[in-house]
Nanobody
């Protein structure tokens, strides 16, 4: 059974930095990509960044400020967040998408809170 855990969230002032980490236990064959999503109160969950063998992708609002890095062999992905803004406040979720025997599987963590406030 796969268990995904996020860490590194917290409270930071505007302009500050945080590093989120995500690790997954268990056997996870065929990772297609690892990604971060976020959800602010009253909003839908939105894509933030993903990392795959083809490289990294980011939503426009975080380009130049966030950097995703992954290690598929270790089932781990990090999100370095800099120049944080109050609008980055949200619960951040890690997603791992895999392909196994022609079937797609998504594994999600429970989420971790990031609050940007003075």
């Amino acid at each position: 059974q796969v268990h995904v855990v996020e860490s590194g969230g917290g409270l930071v002032q505007p302009g500050g930095s945080l590093r989120l980490s995500c690790t997954a236990s268990g056997s996870i064959p065929g990772i297609l990509y690892m990604a971060w999503y976020r959800q602010a109160p009253g909003n839908q969950r939105e894509f933030v960044a993903l990392e795959s063998s083809d490289g990294a992708e980011y939503t426009d609002s975080v380009k130049g400020r966030f950097t995703i890095s992954g290690d598929h062999a270790k089932n781990a992905v990090n999100l370095q967040m800099t120049s944080l803004k109050p609008e980055d406040t949200a619960k951040y979720y890690c997603q791992i998408r895999t392909l196994d025997d022609l079937s797609i599987y998504d594994y999600w963590g429970q989420g971790i809170q990031v609050t940007v406030s003075s």
